[in-house]
């Protein structure tokens, strides 16, 4: 059937599309310019009304070339004087713009978007928050924008994804914050494509953007179901706490599709799909130590700074271990069941006190996950002697605690970096060594080379099966379970 439509339905389909799109760009064009802040904030004039309705005709068409034949549309859309906000999930394409496409609500774009030929123009159309890479400070400036435009009541609908990137639809992950810190009424849509075979899902693994729309252009037909839900207004509390406000509308959201939830982010995935050297095995605890870290209250964009400040006292500390009392003081956190669940997870052989630099290694994996080098170069820091120098068994806690598992074999590779055989090794051995074999987490530590056990042990945890390593909510108990083996 592929074959048969490559060469027949998808180029007709795939020309009346960009054709339908290209329509649609004077349109827009005509009727963003000149166009300020204050003309955006007052209501439609009759001509920009006009303008609307033929460009939500022009995207149907779109649609319709695409092979959305139908889109079913369930529940009331909310006024803008209901709901200032539209909560949308789960969100696993770029076919989830037709939500958008239909209401003309605005969105959260990055700059760069408005740069694009033809659909730049298009999205500039729906007057958007613009989000800016190279701004330091654009994810402040971007809730503070929400927030303004939720509250003023005179710009149109915000159209929200708040998961933050594209899952395969089997459960939702952690909403970030943003759609909720305003504290106003937000109302939940969910999207579901009840196609027999998914040729939708664009996420982490899997097929690549152009291969997903020639997928979908070679089917005979595509259904999209967009369902309005009933508006979530807020308690006291939940305006008082946007997390709690968050976690409230997506397990509403998650009972009306049917799916489980699990508390693993955006960051979990980025951590999990690193491309560094030391790949994080699919049994790593590290996932979890990330999650604690978060409901710890340490903020992601300050954790570099964090962790220079943990690592300098932990230096101070001169290798000697501590108890959760001093772990508290440490971190300057009062004793929680979230401290009590970190400070476990190090806590070897449940003795009570543990090593504090492992948490600073477990920390710059989760700061830094694709720079494996300076992480290790830090551990060197904290584990070497006076003469510079790290032993084999430094290097094994070094490499256990910076993969978040529960033993690791480092012979092989401790001899193939100690190549005088004096027993020790320095960062700049390491630096040499890491250099001249970039794969070495590979060749010596998930082979077995040496034939007698050596490399990395996992435990009998479920392989993962959601959007990446560790993504499944089906086996979260059996998971926190293997994750307490793993380190006590």
């Known amino acids: 059937q592929i074959a048969f439509m490559t060469l027949t339905l998808f180029p007709i389909r795939l020309f009346f599309a960009a054709f339908m799109m290209l329509l649609a760009w004077p349109f827009a064009f005509i009727a963003s310019m000149g166009s300020d802040e204050q003309e955006l904030e007052k209501p439609l004039s009759w001509w920009r009304k006009i303008v609307d309705v033929l460009l939500k005709a022009i995207m149907r068409l779109m649609w319709l070339a695409g092979g ?18 539209l909560t949308v999930a789960p969100h696993s394409s770029y076919f989830d713009a037709i939500p958008v496409t239909m209401t003309f609500a605005s969105i959260v774009m990055k700059a760069e978007s408005k740069d694009i030929p033809v659909w730049g123009t298009l999205i500039k159309y729906i007057r958007p928050v613009f989000v800016s890479r190279s701004d330091q400070d654009s994810r402040r400036k971007t809730v503070e924008e929400i927030k303004r435009r939720a509250q003023s009541g005179k710009w149109p609908q915000i159209m929200i994804f708040p998961e933050g990137t594209c899952t395969n639809r089997s459960c939702l992950i952690t909403f970030k914050p943003g759609a909720f810190i305003p504290g106003v009424p937000v109302q939940p849509v969910v999207l579901r494509y009840p196609n027999k075979l998914d040729t939708i899902t664009w996420t982490w693994q899997g097929p690549g953007a152009l291969e997903i729309l020639w997928l ?17 207004i807020p308690s006291e509390e939940e305006r008082k706490n946007p997390a709690l406000y968050a976690s409230n509308v997506r397990r509403v959201m998650a009972e009306a599709l049917g799916v489980s939830v699990t508390d693993y982010t955006f960051e979990d995935c980025q951590l999990a799909l690193a491309e560094g050297q030391l790949r994080l095995p699919s049994d790593t605890c590290l996932l979890e130590f990330a999650k604690l870290v978060r ?27 501590i108890d959760l009392e001093e772990f508290s003081a440490y971190l300057e956190f009062p004793i929680s069941s979230t401290l009590e669940n970190m400070f476990a997870l ?6 009570g006190v543990i090593d504090v630099r492992e948490f600073v290694i477990a920390l710059s994996v989760v700061c830094k996950p694709a720079k494996t080098l300076e992480t290790i170069q830090l551990a060197f820091q904290l ?34 970096v ?15 060594f890491a250099e001249l074999h970039p794969h070495f987490a590979e060749d010596y530590l ?5 034939g007698d056990g050596s490399g990395l042990e996992t435990s009998s945890c479920p392989a993962p099966n959601g959007i990446c390593t560790d993504f499944s909510p089906e086996n979260v108990e059996e998971k926190m379970q293997c994750l307490q083996k793993k380190l006590n």
Not at 70 to 83: D, M, Q
Not at 446 to 450: C, K, T
Request: negative net charge; hydrophobic residues 35%.
């Open 216 to 232: 979908t252009l070679c089917q005979l037909h595509n259904s999209v179901e967009i369902e309005f839900l009933p508006v979530y």
């Open 446 to 450: 998930y082979s077995d080379p040496m």
């Open 68 to 85: 959305f034949h139908w889109i079913s549309v369930k529940g009331r859309r909310a006024l803008p004087a209901e709901a200032a906000i």
């Open 383 to 416: 584990y070497q002697s006076e003469k510079g120098t790290i032993l084999e068994e430094d290097l094994a806690h070094i490499l256990k605690t910076a993969m978040g598992v529960s033993q690791i074999n480092v012979t092989h590779l401790f001899r193939a």
């Open 346 to 351: 190090f806590d070897e052989n449940e003795y």
């Open 295 to 321: 409901s710890l209250g340490l903020k992601t964009e300050n954790l570099e700074g964090d962790l220079d400040k943990y690592a300098e006292r932990a230096m101070k500390m001169e290798k000697e271990k």
């Open 418 to 432: 100690d190549e005088e055989e004096k027993g020790e090794i320095a960062y700049d051995d390491f630096h040499r």
